[in-house]
């Protein structure tokens, strides 16, 4: 089983019975910050403030924030180097995309993914089946480019994020300019949800309540 709690925007905590992450931190951008959260694994796909909040988690968790392939308490983590804009990062820089293994799954977040992904990038990534990918454009990619993304990697459970909310203190696109490409969606009343076996049956877009 797998744990998901959204905290608004690109911040996650994802657990099983041995082992818990979180992935981009954010400061003060208008969602309330956590308190005395913890994690073992802190995942920080670039360092913008409202994704590198370190300070922000506490249990002195391992920092993974720079390329490579790792493996900790038993997690397998494989990052891919991306670009935050669509003119190799001339504008914001590199992104990393953070692939791990919980319970058996393969779970990928984008981070601010700023560009299609090249076929090679595809092939490379393989298999996935939870996507964590942004939809608001402006500073990442838009609706569409997320949609195209999700064809190409077929996730089972797509979970958008960095997108607009009454919380939010800058302006994005709405999620709904994404989920019109779908016909399965799953709207939680909870910040947070548990996975299952029967969870992967099909594929579903899950839109979380940060709150």
Same mark, same amino acid.
């Given at each position: 089983?797998?744990?998901?709690?959204?905290?608004?925007?690109?911040?996650?905590?994802?657990?099983?019975?041995?082992?818990?992450?979180?992935?981009?931190?954010?400061?003060?951008?208008?969602?309330?910050?956590?308190?005395?959260?913890?994690?073992?694994?802190?995942?920080?796909? *670039?360092?913008? *403030?409202? *994704?590198?909040?370190?300070?922000?988690?506490?249990?002195?968790?391992?920092?993974?924030?720079?390329?490579?392939?790792?493996?900790?308490?038993?997690?397998?983590?494989?990052?891919?180097?991306?670009?935050?804009?669509?003119?190799?990062?001339?504008?914001?820089?590199?992104?990393?995309?953070?692939?791990?293994?919980?319970?058996?799954?393969?779970?990928?977040?984008?981070?601010?993914?700023? *560009?299609?992904?090249?076929?090679?990038?595809?092939?490379?990534?393989? #298999?996935?089946?939870?996507?964590?990918?942004?939809?608001?454009?402006?500073?990442?990619?838009?609706?569409?480019?997320?949609?195209?993304?999700?064809? &190409?990697?077929?996730?089972?459970?797509?979970?958008?994020?960095?997108?607009?909310? #009454?919380?939010?203190?800058?302006?994005?696109?709405?999620?709904?300019?994404?989920?019109?490409?779908?016909?399965?969606?799953? &709207?939680?009343?909870?910040?947070?949800?548990?996975?299952?076996?029967?969870?992967?049956?099909?594929? &579903?877009?899950?839109?979380?309540?940060?709150?």
């Amino acid at each position: 089983m797998i744990n998901i709690e959204w905290f608004g925007h690109s911040m996650w905590k994802i657990w099983d019975e041995s082992v818990s992450i979180v992935i981009d931190p954010f400061g003060d951008i208008g969602y309330d910050m956590p308190q005395n959260l913890s994690a073992d694994i802190l995942l920080v796909t *670039h360092p913008h *403030h409202d *994704h590198s909040n370190i300070s922000l988690i506490k249990g002195d968790p391992k920092l993974i924030a720079v390329d490579g392939k790792y493996k900790v308490k038993g997690v397998p983590i494989e990052t891919f180097p991306v670009w935050h804009d669509e003119e190799k990062g001339k504008q914001r820089g590199q992104n990393l995309l953070m692939k791990f293994e919980l319970a058996g799954k393969k779970l990928l977040h984008c981070g601010d993914l700023g *560009h299609m992904l090249s076929d090679e990038l595809i092939t490379k990534i393989g #298999k996935i089946d939870v996507l964590f990918i942004p939809v608001g454009g402006k500073f990442t990619i838009d609706a569409k480019t997320g949609y195209k993304i999700c064809q &190409r990697l077929q996730p089972k459970l797509i979970f958008p994020m960095h997108y607009n909310t #009454k919380a939010l203190d800058f302006e994005l696109d709405e999620v709904d300019n994404f989920t019109q490409y779908f016909q399965n969606i799953v &709207r939680t009343k909870s910040k947070k949800i548990k996975l299952r076996e029967e969870d992967f049956s099909e594929q &579903r877009i899950v839109l979380m309540n940060y709150e």
